[in-house]
């Protein structure tokens, strides 16, 4: 069975920085695309940055040049490294990953808090 499981939440002072991991374990073949989302409460999910098997990546406009994105392809993990945190960056954040199993099909870690509070 396929699971992604992340860490690295937390509280945060406002400019401060926190970087979450999601790492993928159980049988599969090969992982393509992998992003991180976030919903805060009262508000739809939504993207924030995802990740190409190829190393392209993509961003939400509101946490362009604050967040970065990357991956180690060896360790089936995606990380988001998150700098000069807002109080609006509060949110839950999950991963996710396509992967290919038995088929391919999307995968969702249980998600993280995140809270950026003085």
């Known amino acids: 069975q396929v699971q992604l499981v992340e860490s690295g939440g937390g509280l945060v002072q406002p400019g401060g920085s926190l970087r979450l991991s999601c790492a993928a374990s159980?049988?599969?073949?090969?992982?393509?695309?992998m992003g991180w989302y976030r919903q805060a409460p009262g508000k739809e999910r939504g993207l924030v940055a995802f990740?190409?098997?190829?190393?392209?990546?993509n961003y939400a406009n509101s946490v362009k040049g604050r967040f970065t994105i990357s991956r180690d392809n060896a360790k089936n993990t995606v990380y988001l490294q998150m700098n000069n945190l807002k109080p609006e960056d509060t949110a839950v954040y999950y991963c996710?990953?396509?992967?290919?199993?038995?088929?391919?099909?999307?995968?969702w870690g249980q998600g993280t808090q995140v809270t950026v509070s003085s």
């Open positions: 990740i190409t098997n190829g190393g392209n990546t």
């Open positions: 996710n990953a396509a992967i290919s199993s038995t088929a391919w099909d999307i995968y």
């Open positions: 159980g049988s599969f073949f090969s992982i393509n695309t």
